[in-house]
Antibody, heavy 124, light 106 residues
Framework: EVQLVQSGAEVKKPGESLKISCKGS????????IGWVRQMPGKGLEWMGI????????RYSPSFQGQVTISADKSTSTVYLQWGSLKASDTAIYYC?????????????????WGQGTLVTVSS | SYELTQPPSVSVSPGQTASITCSGD??????TCWYQQKPGQSPVLVIY???KRPSGIPERFSGSNSGNTATLTISGTQTMDEADYYC?????????FGGGTKLTVL
């Protein structure tokens, strides 16, 4: 069974750093892209970026380029999303998601496996 | 940047047909998928590649895409279908989500 299990909720102060995780299991981890999606409180879904663990090819949404770093650890089948200096506006639920097929992304790609979400709260 | 526009809310009576639109420039030339999200839950894919339904999704969910508009149709809407719905497409190798539509069944 394919599973994406995310790390637990975090409470941080502005200016602190943070790395949250998404661990894949039940499939050949390195061959599937995994993306990150932000959902601010009461708001919609926002695409952040995506990584291909086999070679760490990473693509960022222009809105998030330079604001976060996406990485992957093949040895632990885990993808990470990290911030160097959090802001209150980073308060949100963050989801990881995976398309059903491995290999190349294309215009018809979609995401049918989602993690349970990680709530990040940034407050002084 | 590419934008997908959805109505903020749609209301439907139980048993009736709900239509949720998603508009974007030449959207019909792209593939669109739809996600359902209930409060406190992760999104669930309900339609992919414009018209296809994943296994386990009821037949009352259907999709279409032509011109500048993709449409999610729920026939015989049930109270359990009350949720937020998001369309999604790709543009310039980037995923784009619509702003979401809250479907109220009353």
């Amino acid at each position: 069974e394919v599973q994406l299990v995310q790390s637990g909720a975090e409470v941080k102060k502005p200016g602190e750093s943070l790395k949250i995780s998404c661990k894949g299991s039940g499939y050949n981890f390195i061959n599937y892209w995994i993306g990150w999606v932000r959902q601010m409180p009461g708001k919609g879904l926002e695409w952040m970026g995506i990584i291909y663990p086999v070679d760490s090819d990473t693509r960022y949404s222009p809105s998030f380029q330079g604001q976060v770093t996406i990485s992957a650890d093949k040895s632990t089948s885990t993808v990470y999303l990290q911030w160097g200096s959090l802001k209150a506006s980073d308060t949100a639920i963050y989801y990881c998601a995976r398309p059903p097929q491995g290999g190349s992304l294309w215009s018809g790609s979609y995401f049918d496996y989602w993690g349970q979400g990680t709530l990040v709260t940034v407050s002084s | 940047s590419y934008e997908l526009t959805q109505p903020p809310s749609v209301s439907v009576s139980p048993g009736q047909t709900a239509s949720i639109t998603c508009s974007g420039d030449k959207l019909g030339d792209k593939y669109t998928c739809w996600y359902q999200q209930k409060p406190g839950q992760s999104p669930v894919l309900v339609i992919y590649q414009d018209t296809k339904r994943p296994s386990g999704i009821p037949e009352r969910f259907s999709g279409s895409n032509s011109g500048n508009t993709a449409t999610l149709t729920i026939s015989g809407t049930q109270t359990m279908d009350e949720a937020d719905y998001y369309c999604q497409a790709w543009d310039s190798n980037t995923v784009v989500f619509g702003g979401g539509t809250k479907l109220t069944v009353l």
